[in-house]
């Protein structure tokens, strides 16, 4: 409590249960890792650039006076949630293995290295507009996680593809929307050219639009060879598709 020009402290594997260092105001990095430290009180510590505090017994981590923060690694804790909208300078964020559900670091535009794999996430976004420039990104283990917003789906996948959950996609929006599968081009472009089916104007049929339209389908003389698709618009009462090249069509769904 004394030290108040101390800059830097490592007290890393000590056993310690409890620190304070709310009168180290200069303190520029604070090394508390492996550890049994359950809280810890960082509100004072606004230079703070450098945090590392994993394999701690912490539930919660407060981080909002810590805005010149550039580093944090906070693996292997109890953490549920953590906001990090005020730390617009962290650099690298690692926080594998805590209880963390949601974690949205789009607001870290600087951040260009995440390892948040082992939590229990269903939400994450990592669209800050820098993921063009990431030297690490990690979030396997994370089984509920579906869905990972960033910048550019296909910059993701040619280059981080493997580092997430094969049942995790990347995508500009999430939670995934629904989109009708249609793959005969002529067929897909008569539905998007209709504005009472494709309402919102865009590139894809989502399965809301299909199961909300209750009018009918005209697409005679289209070129047709396949109707795959058509089982998603279940409340059609017209059905025209006269003068295409199919050879086959299932409308056991159109009740």
Not at 202 to 215: F, K, L, W
Request: some cysteine.
């Amino acid at each position: 409590s004394a030290n108040t020009v101390l800059t830097e402290l490592y007290t890393s594997n000590c056993g310690l249960s409890s620190i304070s260092v709310n009168t180290n105001t200069a303190l520029t990095l604070l090394d508390i890792s492996s550890n049994a430290i359950g809280t810890v009180d960082l509100s004072a510590n606004t230079a703070l650039l450098y945090l590392y505090c994993g394999g701690n017994g912490l539930s919660s981590l407060d981080l909002s006076t810590n805005t010149a923060l550039r580093e944090l690694k906070c693996a292997n804790n109890g953490l549920s949630a953590l906001n990090l909208s005020a730390n617009t300078a962290l650099l690298e964020l690692t926080c594998f293995g805590n209880a963390l559900t949601t974690l949205d670091v789009s607001s870290n535009t600087a951040l260009t290295f995440i390892q948040c794999g082992a939590n229990q996430l269903s939400s994450l976004n990592i669209a800050n507009g820098n993921n063009s420039n990431l030297t690490e990104f990690n979030s396997v283990g994370n089984p509920s996680l579906t869905c990972i917003q960033v910048d550019n789906v296909g910059y993701m996948n040619a280059n981080w593809g493997s580092a997430k959950d094969a049942g995790s996609t990347f995508s500009t929006t999430c939670p995934l929307v629904c989109t009708v599968n249609i793959p005969d081009a002529n067929f897909k472009a008569a539905l998007l050219a209709n504005p009472a089916i494709n309402t919102n104007s865009n590139d894809e049929i989502e399965c809301s639009e299909a199961a909300a339209y209750t009018g009918g389908i005209d697409v005679n003389g289209r070129n047709i060879t396949d109707l795959t698709g058509i089982e998603a618009f279940t409340g059609i009462n017209l059905l025209h598709v006269y003068n295409n090249q199919l050879t086959s069509i299932n409308i056991t769904a159109n009740t």
